[in-house]
C-alpha cells in the first residue's frame, strides 16, 4: 500500500485579477477561461487536490476537467472563496498580506458575501 500524501494542493479557479486582488493563502491561481491542464503537469495525479472560486461553479467545471485526466482525489471547497470569507477565514493580497479585499465578480454576485467587514469590489 502506497503512503498517502500529506500536502493539498489548493487550485484557485478564478481569473487573476480575482486572485490578485484577494485569494485563499497557499492557493495557486489556473485561471478559468484560459485553463490548460498541462498548468498542472507538476502535481501527481493522486495529490489531494481542492478547488475553488467565487461560489463554486468554475471551480466544479475544472474538476470534472481534472477527473477525466485521471486525478483521482480532488475536491471542489463547498460555498468557494465567498463562503471562506463569510465564515471570517483569513484572504491574503498578491502580496501576500493579509486583506478584508474580496473580487465579488460583479454587483449581483457580490449580494452572496454578507460579512460587512469584507470590501466588495469587481
Not at 30 to 52: C, M, N, Q, R, S
Not at 83 to 96: H, I, M, R, T
Not at 105 to 122: A, D
Request: glycine fraction near 6%.
Amino acid at each position: 500500500m502506497k503512503e498517502r500524501q500529506s500536502k493539498v494542493v489548493l487550485l484557485d479557479a478564478r481569473e487573476p485579477e480575482e486572485y490578485e486582488r484577494s485569494h485563499i493563502e497557499g492557493a495557486r491561481c489556473i485561471g478559468y477561461k484560459k485553463f490548460k491542464l498541462k498548468k498542472l503537469k507538476d502535481i501527481p495525479k493522486d495529490a489531494t487536490v481542492v478547488l475553488y472560486c467565487s461560489v463554486g461553479y468554475r471551480s466544479e467545471k475544472i474538476g470534472q476537467k481534472l477527473q477525466k485526466a485521471g486525478f483521482t482525489d480532488d475536491y471542489n471547497l463547498y460555498g468557494s472563496i465567498f463562503e471562506w470569507a463569510n465564515q471570517g477565514y483569513p484572504l491574503v493580497d498578491k502580496s501576500g498580506e493579509s486583506t478584508q479585499t474580496l473580487h465579488t465578480y460583479s454587483r449581483t454576485w457580490s449580494k452572496w458575501v454578507k460579512r460587512k467587514e469584507i470590501q466588495k469590489v469587481w
